[in-house]
């Protein structure tokens, strides 16, 4: 795609995230692979009715170099981090949707009990330690949660979600909001039925080999 595509679609979805209620306000962010080296994201602290595609900003993902009459999101060497370290995510998007704000602030684990959220998601979605936001011990503690995931959420913060392009990083983040929203109501139950590893591995499975119009 064209670079002035890619900002194009980065502030479509952007507004998609806003009306979907997975932020408030300005906070949260969404970026787009460009290439191995760079990297188009939203910048800090916008409202995503008033953006332009023009405001994006493009980012080299080693140096952190940006080009852009605005800057970036304050979490955009968390993102770079991760393009560094998966090779097949070209999408990450950091919502505060409220149940998944609510597992952040409990600082749990969501444990792998839906299908849809195991075969997106790759299994539980995992808290991080906590660390400042933006900050780099903050980057480190996401991106080791993410190893072998497609979300983890920030403890105190939000969930971060990956996908190999803008429309599954939406899907990760929605589903991410409704796993949460699940793992806090089956409390009243005493808690949720967790699916097998090997369930986990075979939907995983299925999803990215025949899931859809594979």
């Not at 800090?44 to 953006?51: P, W």
């Not at 009459?69 to 090779?87: N, V």
């Not at 684990?109 to 075969?119: E, F, H, S």
């Not at 990760?172 to 806090?184: D, G, L, M, R």
Request: include cysteine.
């Amino acid at each position: 795609m064209e670079l002035e595509d890619i900002k194009e679609e980065v502030l479509e979805t952007s507004i998609k995230m806003s009306k979907f209620g997975l932020v408030a306000g300005t906070w949260g962010n969404i970026s787009a692979r460009v290439d191995q080296d760079r990297m188009i994201i939203t910048p800090s602290g916008m409202s995503y009715n008033v953006l332009k595609p023009e405001d994006m900003v493009l980012v080299n993902i080693h140096d952190l170099s940006y080009v852009g009459k605005l800057k970036p999101s304050i979490e955009f060497p968390l993102h770079a981090e991760i393009y560094k370290a998966r090779s097949e995510i070209n999408a990450v998007m950091h919502t505060h949707s409220i149940n998944a704000c609510s597992i952040a602030a409990a600082r749990k684990d969501i444990p792998p009990i839906l299908d849809d959220m195991v075969q997106i998601v790759g299994g539980s979605i995992r808290i991080t330690e906590y660390a400042l936001a933006g900050s780099e011990q903050m980057v480190k503690n996401a991106v080791k949660k993410l190893e072998n995931r497609n979300a983890t959420i920030l403890a105190n913060h939000g969930p971060v979600c990956l996908g190999r392009n803008l429309d599954e990083a939406l899907i990760t983040s929605q589903i991410v909001e409704k796993a949460a929203k699940v793992f806090i109501d089956t409390q009243a139950f005493g808690g949720p039925v967790c699916l097998t590893n090997e369930d986990v591995d075979l939907m995983r499975k299925f999803y990215l080999e025949k899931y859809g119009q594979k």
